[in-house]
C-alpha cells in the first residue's frame, strides 16, 4: 500500500477580476477509508483519479471511481467522497472561479448532469494537472497566464477524449445536443443585443418551454436564468474596468434596456446595487 501524502500550492497570482481563475491545485495519497464531506463549496473543484479506487456523491447519486475516472463538483453542490478501504485512491485536483468556467467545461464535453467523465488510463490528462502544479511553484510574474495556458490544454485533452474523431462524435451527437450547443453559443456571444428566449426557440425550431425544458437538463440552467447570469457577470466586470461608464451604460452594453431592472437584477445576484459595487471596489483600491 502506498504512504499516505498530502500537497497543495495555491495561484500566488489569482486575479479577482478575472473570469476564469485558478485558485490552487495539488495531489494526495488518500489513507484507507479517508472521507471528505458532505460539504458544499463556492468555487469548481476537478479531481482527476490516477491509481485506486473510491466513491463519489452528489445530488443522491454515488459513484463508483478507478484510475482513469475524473469528477467535477460545482459551487453550491452539497458532495462527499471517499477513499476505498482496500485500495484508497491517489487523486489529483485543481480548484477554479470564474463565470467563465461552466461555458467552458460545456465546451469541453462536460454535462452538469453527468459530473463523472470516465478517460481510461490517460497520461497526457495526467501530465496537464502536473504541469499546472510546476507553474505555481515557479511564483513568477507569468504564473497566472502560465497556469491558465495549462488548463486550457488540460480541458483540450477532456475534448479529444470525450468527442475524437470529431466527425464520428457528430455523427451520433443527437440533434437535440446540437441544437443545445448552438443555443449556448448564441446566447454567450450575443448577450448584448436585444434577444428573447421565444427568438431563439424559432430560430431553433422549438417552442420555448421544450427548449426551457431540454436547456436545463443539458446545463443545469433554464435558457433564461444562463442568459441572466452571463449579462449581470460582464456587467460586474465592466463595473470594475470601465469606471467611465454610467449605470446606465453598463446596463446597455450587456443587452438590459431598463436601467432600474438591470439594477434590481444585479443586486438579486450578487448582493448590493450596482452603484454600491462600484464604490465598494474603489474603496478597495490602493490609494
Known sequence: MQKESYYVISNPS???????????????????????????????????????????????????LSKGDCFIIEPEQL??????????????????????????????????GN???????????SRQFKNIIEALQKKRTSVNLEALGHFYLLL???????????????????????????????????YSEAMSIEMLADNLGYNRAYLSQIFKQYTGLSPVTFLLQIR???AKLLLRERKELTVAQVASSVGFEDPLHFSKQFKKLHGVSPNEYRKMIIRMEPT
Not at 476564469?20 to 495519497?29: D, P, R, T
Not at 472521507?35 to 456523491?57: C, K, M, N, Q
Open 156 to 190: 483540450a485533452q477532456f475534448q479529444e477524449a470525450l468527442f475524437l474523431p470529431n466527425h464520428v462524435y457528430l455523427e451520433k451527437m443527437s440533434e437535440q445536443e446540437r441544437k443545445i450547443k448552438q443555443a449556448i453559443h448564441y446566447l454567450t456571444t450575443q
Open 232 to 234: 449581470l457577470n460582464k
Open 14 to 64: 489569482v486575479q479577482e477580476k478575472d473570469d476564469l481563475q485558478i485558485l490552487f491545485s495539488g495531489y494526495s495519497q488518500t489513507k484507507p477509508g479517508h472521507a471528505i464531506g458532505p460539504r458544499v463549496l463556492d468555487y469548481y473543484l476537478i479531481h482527476y483519479v490516477e491509481a485506486g479506487r473510491g466513491t463519489f456523491s452528489v445530488h443522491g447519486d454515488s459513484y463508483t
Open 79 to 112: 458532495v462527499g467522497y471517499a477513499a476505498d478501504l482496500d485500495e484508497p485512491w491517489f487523486y489529483r485536483w485543481i480548484a477554479c472561479r470564474g463565470s467563465k468556467v461552466m461555458p467552458i467545461l460545456i465546451s469541453a464535453g462536460y454535462s452538469a
Open 115 to 125: 459530473p463523472v467523465i470516465s478517460f481510461g488510463e490517460n497520461k497526457t490528462i
